[in-house]
Nanobody
Framework: QVKLVETGGGLVQAGGSLRISCVVS????????MAWFRHPLGKEGQFVAAIHRSGDDIYYGDSVKGRFTISRDNAKNVVYLEMNSLRPDDTAIYSC????????????????????WGQGTQVTVSE
């Protein structure tokens, strides 16, 4: 059974930092491209960041460039999202997602590319 479990969410003040993690099991993690998406309350889901299975290619959404960093540890089956300079509009449920289909290089920001999803972790940024 494939499982993606996010941890590390919480409440942080604006300007602060937080690192969330996603532990993956039940599939070949080193063959899986990974991403983070977020879902603000009452709004559509947003692409946050994606990382190729090798870790060599990384992509970010415009709203988080320069503030967030995605990384992965293929030995531990974990993908991370380091979030700095957090703002109240970063408040959302953050979910990790994994996909193994081809053409990642042109689909990395599309939720439809990813087959496996975690339940999400809440990140709340106060004023």
């Amino acid at each position: 059974q494939v499982k993606l479990v996010e941890t590390g969410g919480g409440l942080v003040q604006a300007g602060g930092s937080l690192r969330i993690s996603c532990v993956v099991s039940g599939l070949s993690f080193s063959d899986t491209n990974m991403a983070w998406f977020r879902h603000p309350l009452g709004k559509e889901g947003q692409f946050v960041a994606a990382i190729h299975r090798s870790g060599d290619d990384i992509y970010y959404g415009d709203s988080v460039k320069g503030r967030f960093t995605i990384s992965r540890d293929n030995a531990k089956n974990v993908v991370y999202l380091e979030m700095n300079s957090l703002r109240p509009d970063d408040t959302a449920i953050y979910s990790c997602a994994g996909g193994q289909r081809p053409h990642f290089s042109i689909q990395w920001d599309r939720s439809s590319y990813y087959y496996w999803w975690g339940q999400g972790t809440q990140v709340t940024v106060s004023e």
